[in-house]
């Protein structure tokens, strides 16, 4: 039986297109999926909160060191983390503000990118802990930015995405783009059958 953990990161609780399109998904995956289980986190309604000093201090002391205080710093990522790793897909629905991902959606990985749990660092460099698993990214920005674009070069929203989720150890990125959605309704339906094709894949 396979879980399907669903990140939201819109702050826009209505007339979300990020949220409209993996809702969709959601329902295509539970058809695919029928004894499949789904955890949902919302970091757009309810963000994660900003690293500390103290969850930072905590980050790099071993745990049979920690105090207790050092562990209650350490709740929110261990729980973020756990959902992480007991998800077999995932699927992130990322809008694009100001050229990048959402302040909620940059402290989920603030949070969840943690030496010793999901990265370590090794003589060939940082490698990724957490097994590799498809993770779907829904994205939507009101420009195109897609590399044919000649604007591709203001995207730090899927892009980045990547690089923060390969440096856990999430190679396989499936995205799902609905690039330009302040011209109309014409990208929405492109991601819309992108989606579908993903789920029947
Ligand atoms: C605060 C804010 C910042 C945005 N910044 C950008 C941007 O830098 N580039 C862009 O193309 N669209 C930008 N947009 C448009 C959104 O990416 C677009 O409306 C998208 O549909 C948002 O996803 P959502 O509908 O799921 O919230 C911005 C929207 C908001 C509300």
Do not use: C
């Amino acid at each position: 039986m396979k879980n399907l953990l669903v990140i939201h990161s819109s702050p826009k609780l209505s007339q979300s297109i990020t949220r409209e399109l993996t809702t969709e998904f959601i329902e295509k995956w539970q058809t695919a999926n029928p004894q499949g289980t789904i955890t949902h986190r919302d970091v757009g309604a309810n963000p994660p909160s900003h690293l500390t000093e103290e969850t930072i201090g905590a980050f790099y002391t071993p745990a049979e060191q920690r105090t207790e205080a050092q562990n209650q710093a350490l709740s929110v990522s261990d729980e973020l983390i756990a959902e992480l790793r007991a998800a077999d897909e995932i699927v992130i629905a990322s809008p694009m503000h100001n050229f990048s991902i959402t302040s909620g959606l940059k402290t989920w990985i603030d949070q969840v990118a943690r030496v010793g749990e999901t990265f370590h660092y090794t003589e060939q460099g940082p490698q990724g802990l957490l097994k590799d698993r498809p993770v779907y990214v829904i994205t939507a920005s009101g420009g195109d930015y897609r590399a044919h674009t000649p604007i591709a070069f203001l995207n730090h929203q899927d892009t980045y995405l990547k690089v923060a989720l390969n440096f856990i150890g999430l190679q396989d990125i499936r995205l799902i783009q609905a690039a330009g959605v302040a011209a109309g309704e014409a990208p929405i339906n492109e991601a819309r059958a992108a989606l579908t094709e993903a789920i029947s894949a």
